[in-house]
């Protein structure tokens, strides 16, 4: 009786840990990409396991990439999509609430929400990016604090991070950061700079899947 409450008590401590903290994995051409998506944006993080488990983003293409700058994709009409079509209109019949948090930034790998013209600056419900960025120096983050973010300081340890290794500071507090990449960087520089056409779209196809990365218990 003893063994077999504390084997239930440790599978439900299991089963709380592993609710956090989740991790994906986005499966490309050019490599896999492990992302962990935070906690501190629960609707967003929850959203997005919703959609990877439906199968959602299987077939779905990064549609639009800007080197030095992000990869997007998430477009349910990139699915299959001829070549040379404009995409980037598709998405699901809701919006997510702003998610914003101070010590969530976009740095090099940042997974954030894209979202449209909306004064809530609601996310969209499927479309994501991936942050590429650059690195910047001083003088031209605090341009950017005068102008992109009215005035609005970015902490010290997030200035360094930009400067070391780069990402796009300018969206901070204006896009939803939800998740980062914690393995394969790489996989992004390879996505942002291949040959694409006026519209951002690459001439070759990038299509991706997404799985959820199940941690299991061994006793």
């Known amino acids: 009786m003893k063994k077999t409450?504390?084997?239930?008590?440790?599978?439900?401590?299991?089963?709380?840990a592993a609710a956090k903290n989740r991790k994906v994995k986005i499966i490309t051409p050019y490599g896999t990409m492990i992302i962990k998506l935070y906690d501190q944006t629960p609707k967003h993080r929850d959203n997005f396991i919703k959609l990877v488990k439906a199968h959602f983003y299987d077939s779905t293409l990064f549609h639009r990439v800007i080197n030095t700058f992000m990869i997007q994709g998430g477009d349910p009409d990139s699915k299959h999509a001829q070549p040379g079509a404009v995409l980037g209109n598709g998405d699901t019949n809701y919006t997510i609430p702003a998610e914003f948090q101070l010590d969530l930034f976009h740095a090099k790998g940042a997974l954030a929400a894209a979202r449209d013209d909306n004064p809530t600056k609601a996310s969209s419900g499927c479309q994501f990016y991936i942050v590429q960025g650059k690195k910047w120096t001083d003088e031209q983050l605090d341009q950017l604090e005068k102008t992109r973010l009215g005035g609005r300081k970015i902490p010290v340890d997030q200035r360094e991070y930009y400067k070391q290794y780069g990402g796009t500071p300018q969206l901070d507090q204006s896009y939803t950061v939800f998740g980062q990449v914690v393995k394969g960087l790489d996989v992004i520089d390879k996505i942002a700079t291949q040959q694409k056409d006026a519209h951002d779209r690459p001439l070759t196809d990038v299509p991706m899947k997404i799985r959820i990365i199940h941690k299991f218990l061994f006793f």
């Open 5 to 16: 409450l504390l084997l239930l008590v440790l599978l439900l401590s299991f089963g709380a």
